[in-house]
Nanobody
């Protein structure tokens, strides 16, 4: 059974940090771009960050540039999102995703991703 499972969410104060993890099972995604998306109540699901299969490229949404860092450990089949300087507007459910096709350039469009986790809640208090 192929599965992506997020963990590491929780409640933090503004200015604090969290590290999210996404562990894959059932198959390897080492050749796929991996990404994080988030969705707040009443909002559309939006792109947060992505990392290419060969770790050459990363890309971030303007809203998180300089505060969040995406990384991956292909040996552990896991992707991470380090979130620093958190703001209340970062509050959302965070989802990890694997791109549909392997060995392709980094993508940021929602419909380019076919494998999704269940999400983990991040709440930033003011």
């Amino acid at each position: 059974q192929e599965q992506l499972v997020e963990s590491g969410g929780g409640l933090v104060q503004a200015g604090g940090s969290l590290r999210l993890s996404c562990a894959a099972s059932g198959r390897t995604f080492s050749s796929n771009t991996m990404a994080w998306f988030r969705q707040a109540p009443g909002k559309v699901r939006e792109f947060v960050a992505a990392i290419s299969w060969n770790v050459v490229s990363t890309r971030y949404a303007d809203s998180v540039e300089g505060r969040f860092t995406i990384s991956r450990d292909n040996a552990k089949n896991t992707v991470y999102l380090q979130m620093n300087s958190l703001k209340p507007e970062d509050t959302a459910v965070y989802y990890c995703a694997a791109a549909r096709s392997p060995w392709r350039p980094i993508v940021t469009t929602l419909n380019e991703y076919s494998f999704w986790g269940q999400g983990t809640q991040v709440t930033v208090s003011s």
